[in-house]
């Protein structure tokens, strides 16, 4: 008697507990999507920075000597 009383209570928690699940699912593939493109966006700026870096180091590196120039005579 007191079973069946509880099993329309217990099959009713049951699948609230159930769509609760699938909700959090649900909510975590959502917010790993949304951090993912973060993360893709992130990864692009740092890659031109790392090249707008890369020219800015080049243009500041001073130039190899030119072998054809004369060379400057030593002090006497």
Avoid: C, S, W
């Amino acid at each position: 008697m007191i079973e069946d009383t509880l099993d329309p209570i217990r099959r009713a928690l049951h699948q609230d507990i159930v769509n609760l699940h699938i909700e959090m699912l649900k909510q975590f593939h959502l917010y790993e999507t949304k951090v993912m493109e973060r993360l893709a966006a992130h990864e692009e700026r740092q890659a031109r920075l790392e090249g707008q870096l890369a020219t800015l180091q080049g243009a500041l590196r001073p130039a190899p000597p030119d072998p054809t120039a004369p060379r400057p005579l030593p002090p006497i």
